[in-house]
């Protein structure tokens, strides 16, 4: 469909064009990987902090753009009336939400290049070991945790509020599902809770994919679900 | 050819009747004008007749599609102007009109909507820094790029200044004189005796009278419509 690739690029322009989206989806997370690299050194198991902190801030990356920036997103459309314009034309509300979620995802997968490109010039970052793994398993963490991001923008009535909301999802999750501190150096107690979030199976999958590790079918299935199920609410609960 | 037909038309928000059995018809490539204070039910109207709102009762066939189960396929043929709608705050004007035009099956060439309207000039502006002229004429813009047969105009001219509402009134004449049919809101008594070739009042969700310019002046035996609309609705534009 032209008008969905249109959208599409038009839409990650205007996200690039928020001085606070890009500035959180491109330049902070490269700063968080230089905090998180100044005392270098090896995780528990041997693996080089570097191997695992790429992969682990990609999923940062693709959490914020999904549970912070993407509903801050669609329910200031909201607010603003931007939606009830885009309703008097033939767009429907499928293609207005794919679209927001592709552009959203784009923005993530430039921080999760700029991310990979600084790993690999100033850290001497190794892999991804299979490629295929881990593409899949970003993609599917970005529908599952984009699916919650929608699902989000629907049900909130202001963009402040969802990007308060988005915040309280994002930051816990983050701290506790592994994407901001390596699992290995969590507490039993914090990592059984962090399991339960739905970004510990996207963490967990792309950091085994990145180091040729076996994913469990479970993982993959768990993000499916959590998208189909997300998802269908966010376009049940969607209004304009 | 009739091409607008609300039939008994009915709705209510809460506790507030906003239509309370509205019947008019508008003919192909006319311009149709709806007058009426505040609150009259005007812009309740082209939304339901534009099918972005559902009556509760009565009903709505426009280009001989029912407005609730076709509507996308009649959203195809008709352009909206809002009176509250916006664009994103960062979106350039050329952006929008091409983002928009890419909604239709078949569009109207937005490059050339954009000179006409007078718009190049302003292809790479940010929709946050336009003036509410610009605005204005950006969003009639936006309702001509599915290049339809019927265009709503909600509260047309507000905001725009002498020169560009005169402009504005040439170039809704040009869009008749190519058979586009037009329904125009207004509050502006000298742009519904300008520019329509028949009128509604509406006041407190009814139709108070229907009719040419000259009719309404003749019925409510006035010389102009501003005073035909203060008899009507015993206030003023």
């Known amino acids: ?240 | 050819m009739t091409v607008i037909e609300l039939n008994d038309l009915r709705k209510s928000y809460r506790t507030h009747r906003a239509l309370d059995g509205v019947t008019l018809t508008v003919g192909r490539g006319e311009i149709f004008g709806l007058l009426g204070p505040n609150g009259a039910g005007k812009t309740t109207v082209v939304e339901c007749a534009s099918g972005l709102r559902r009556p509760d009762g009565g009903t709505v066939r426009v280009l001989g599609l029912d407005s609730r189960t076709r509507r996308r396929e009649l959203l195809q043929r008709v352009g909206v102007q809002l009176q509250e709608a916006a664009l994103p705050d960062a979106i350039k004007v050329g952006e929008a009109l091409r983002m928009y035009s890419s909604f239709y099956d078949r569009p109207a060439d937005w490059r050339a909507l954009m000179e006409e309207w007078g718009l190049t000039a302003m292809k790479r502006a940010r929709f946050a820094g336009l003036s509410g002229g610009w605005k204005q004429r950006l969003f009639i813009a936006l309702a001509l790029v599915g290049d339809p047969e019927i265009v709503f105009l909600d509260e047309l001219t507000t905001g725009l200044d002498p020169a560009a509402r005169r402009m504005t009134w040439g170039l809704i004449r040009d869009m008749r004189d190519r058979g586009v049919t037009v329904v125009l809101v207004t509050h502006f008594m000298d742009e519904a005796e300008a520019l329509c070739d028949r009128i509604a009042v509406i006041d407190r969700g009814r139709i108070v009278h229907e009719g040419t310019p000259d009719e309404l002046m003749a019925r409510c035996d006035a010389g102009s419509l501003d005073d035909a609309y203060f008899t009507l609705t015993g206030r003023t534009a």
């Not at chain 1, 290995?184 to 399991?195: C, D, H, K, N």
């Not at chain 1, 085994?208 to 499916?224: D, I, K, N």
């Open chain 1, 1 to 240: 469909m032209r008008g969905l690739g249109n959208v599409i690029a038009i839409e990650l322009r205007l996200a690039m064009r928020d001085p606070m989206a890009a500035f959180f989806a491109l330049a902070f997370p490269v700063v968080i990987l230089w905090v998180k690299m100044r005392n270098g050194g090896t995780l528990p198991g041997g693996l080089p902090i570097i191997d695992a902190f790429v992969p682990m801030l990609s999923v940062f990356v693709l959490g914020l753009a999904s549970l912070v920036v993407l509903p801050a997103t669609l329910a200031q459309y909201r607010e603003r009336r931007v939606l009830k314009r885009l309703r008097a034309t033939p767009a429907s509300a499928g293609m207005i939400l794919g679209a927001q979620w592709a552009a959203h995802m784009l923005l993530a997968v430039l921080g999760t290049a700029l991310l990979t490109v600084v790993g690999l010039v100033a850290y001497g970052l190794g892999g991804p070991a299979d490629l295929t793994a881990v593409v899949l398993a970003w993609v599917l963490g970005a529908l599952s945790l984009g699916a919650i991001g929608l699902l989000v923008g629907a049900l909130v009535p202001t963009g402040r509020t969802a990007t308060v909301v988005g915040l309280a999802l994002f930051f816990p999750m983050v701290f506790v599902s592994g994407a901001l501190s390596a699992w290995e150096t969590l507490p039993a107690s914090m990592r059984s809770i962090g399991g339960l979030t739905p970004m510990a199976p996207a963490v967990r999958a792309v950091r085994a994919g990145w180091e040729g590790q076996p994913v469990s079918p479970l993982t993959f299935a768990a993000m499916a679900a959590i998208f189909l199920v997300a998802g269908g609410l966010g376009l049940r609960a969607f209004r304009w």
